[in-house]
Nanobody
Framework: QVQLVESGGGLVQAGGSLRLSCAAS????????MGWFRQAPGKEREFVTA????????NYADSVKGRFTISRDNAKNTVNLQMNSLKPEDTAVYYC??????????????????WGQGTQVTVSS
């Protein structure tokens, strides 16, 4: 079992930046690829980005490519999401999750067994 806790959400103006962090406890999280998903009101949860177990492979949703950067520190059991050039459409609850089925970080939420409680990101226009 892995417990995940997100932090760093908040309110920011369009064009601004936020850095989300996800801290893992319980079992070591280095065996897991990690991902970030988000869910806006009235919408389904969607993939944002993922990083492989070792951190050498990343992938991003087209909507955030070039603006968001995922990273991980296995020694500290943390995964981070740097979000730049934020847009109002980035407003959502952001969740980190542990992928128990792939080594590279899946785009599919069904591959993730462990989820954090989420952190709210609100981008004003």
């Amino acid at each position: 079992q892995v417990q995940l806790v997100e932090s760093g959400g908040g309110l920011v103006q369009a064009g601004g930046s936020l850095r989300l962090s996800c801290a893992a406890s319980g079992r070591t999280f280095s065996p897991y690829a990690m991902g970030w998903f988000r869910q806006a009101p009235g919408k389904e949860r969607e993939f944002v980005t993922a990083i492989s177990r070792s951190g050498d492979v990343t992938n991003y949703a087209d909507s955030v490519k070039g603006r968001f950067t995922i990273s991980r520190d296995n020694a500290k059991n943390t995964v981070n999401l740097q979000m730049n050039s934020l847009k109002p459409e980035d407003t959502a609850v952001y969740y980190c999750a542990a992928d128990v089925r792939t080594s590279y970080g899946s785009r599919w939420s069904r591959d993730y067994d462990f989820w954090g409680q989420g952190t709210q990101v609100t981008v004003s226009s």
